[in-house]
């Protein structure tokens, strides 16, 4: 095999690489964006279930007990 024809290979493997990771990053991206969208309905259902329960302070601003 020919220095030109392995350096060739190599780099179809390489942008096979890279397409696969491509592949990943943006599946994990679309992950990430769901999951940030249920974190903040979940963290909008909290407040308001802190609201309704008339506590006058959100749980999320008070101060842990140890300060």
């Known amino acids: 095999m ?22 990943i990053v943006r599946a994990q991206g679309a ?14 259902r909290e407040a308001e279930r802190e609201a309704d329960s008339g506590t006058q302070i959100p749980l999320a601003d008070q101060r842990p007990p140890h300060w």
Do not use: C, K, W
């Open 2 to 23: 020919s220095r030109i024809e392995d350096l060739e290979e190599r780099i179809a493997h390489l942008i096979r690489t890279v397409d696969d990771l491509s592949d």
């Open 31 to 44: 992950l990430i964006d769901r999951l940030t969208y249920r974190t903040g309905m979940l963290m909008e």
